[in-house]
């Protein structure tokens, strides 16, 4: 299951907005290129209901952010707690004796009435022993820290032999995080070659370095989606893009035909808005800038697949079919301009731009849509690509370099992986989210269907890691990013096109590119 989550990002995507626009003033002002910050890959929450999360969005790791110590409390399920017990049976290692509680570093609280929580307190039972009082009765002792500080905090708990346990897995902390000692490899803790990570495989492969596993991922959900009215869409008169989906004909051209027919609807009608959609678009080609092999980082810079999609992206900007939220919304998205019918596709994160008290539905309660007005789908699939490829984001926690608790770690993780398999706790959380967040049949049952690793999805996970070599070249906040340039420019102000962001930053990418390639033929 992959809803339940912390609405703790629109807090720092405008504080990254507000840093970002600062910068931004002044690199206009000496008349230099200006790029938007991106809250990507990790730019929302899915805190699932198997109990990991990815909770954080990769925004701007230098952005003032102060998060408060929140300890949230959630009702407990009957329906979930039952189907996690029945699922413990499955455990690989259900007599580990686990003492002492798990310490968390991050920026939010761990539920502990999610369904790997329930699973873990009825097999391993409540920790009897930690270092944080306040904390007896738990699973987890939570030590908060400010989202901007995050890794200067941790690289000081490790270096004073105080280490925390697990630590939010970001994309845009790997494979960096990893070369600079923030974590160990958990594949000497869990069996990751047993028949449990089967389906995982592919997505996990694309996370190895060297040949060791440093994260467990066992689950995914949508990085982004689209959401649009279906009212809209027909007042329009546009073809449903989820019949074009399941008819294998959403592709870049449809998008295309589409968002020049929306434009001529009316004045200022725009087909997309969001911090990040250029990424979903360049991965749909299935050569991400910078890919992972499993023993080396390569550099698709000069891929014919990457210039193909910088045309797309270029299109979009040229064409005037984006929204362009530097020029008219002071650099920050507009869902307002969405819920008004000016915006076809609102595509800035996943599961989590639905719910909440700031999400998109809303909109539906407050305007008395139909339940069906809001509808779901993927980013449209390359038409010459030999597969449909998506950016996903993907579940999973880092084990910390100094951390001891290995049964506690190891406990947790196998929990994760066997309620998120178990069927039966797939519904029961499933459910939970309809009741909860106001998902329908439609949009749910889509989403599930779609983000499932037994083969049966039409897509196929693919992931980008451009912003995890350093952020002294790959800041995603930053105006001066080598990285972020390369296409942010090309779709939001297209001051210079990708040739020439290219010339200007290949060596620099590719120098850093080949000194963590020597790091990791190290690990």
Known sequence: ALFRKSRFFGHVWRNTMINFKKAAAGVLAAGMILSLTACDEESG????????????????????????????????????????????ASLDNPDLKVDKRIKWMAWWDIDETTAAAEMFKSVYGVPATGDDPSREGRIFEYINVAYGE?????????????????FPFEIRDFPYGVIKGRYQPVDTILNLEGSKWDGARDVLNQFRLNGRYYCAIYEISFDSLLYYRKSVLEGA??????TLFENDEWTW?????????????????????????????????????????????INNMNNAN?????????TLQKENLRYPLHELNGWSVNPKAWAQGDILFYGNGGTWEFEGDSGLNKFAQRFGWNDDEICVVPYPRDPQADKYYHFMKQDAMMWCKG????????????????????????AASKQQSKDKNGWTDYNL???????????????????????????????????????????????????????????????????????????????
């Open 306 to 314: 990457v210039e193909r999609v910088m045309d797309l992206l270029s």
């Open 253 to 297: 051209d449809t998008f295309l035909d589409m968002a020049r027919q929306f434009q001529q609807s009316g004045d200022g009608k725009y087909v997309i808005e969001g911090y990040n959609p250029e990424n979903e678009f360049v991965v749909s080609t299935g050569t991400p800038i910078i890919e992972n092999d499993g023993t080396k980082l």
């Open 403 to 426: 951390s001891t608790n290995d049964a506690g770690v190891a406990a947790w993780i196998d929990c994760s992986v066997t309620s998120s398999l178990d069927p039966a706790v797939t």
């Open 45 to 88: 929450t899915t805190v699932s209901g198997s109990g990991t999360s990815n909770a954080a969005p990769d925004a701007n790791a230098n952005a003032v952010v102060t998060t408060p110590l929140v300890t949230t409390t959630y009702d407990t399920d009957p329906a979930v707690i039952d189907a996690a017990k029945e699922a413990s």
């Open 445 to 523: 049952d889509f989403i599930y269907s779609q983000t499932t690793l037994d083969g049966t999805s039409k897509l196929t996970p693919i992931f980008d890691f451009k912003n995890g070599i350093g952020t002294d070249v790959a800041d995603a906040g930053k105006a001066e990013s080598p990285v972020e340039s390369l296409t942010k420019t090309v779709f939001l102000t297209g001051e210079k096109t990708y040739t020439q962001l290219r010339e200007e930053n290949f060596a620099t990418i590719d120098t850093r590119i080949n000194e963590l390639n020597d790091a990791i033929s190290k690990l």
């Open 150 to 166: 995050r890794y200067d905090k941790l690289a000081t708990a490790i270096q004073s032999g105080d280490s925390p346990d697990l």
């Open 237 to 242: 008169g546009l073809k449903d893009p989820r």
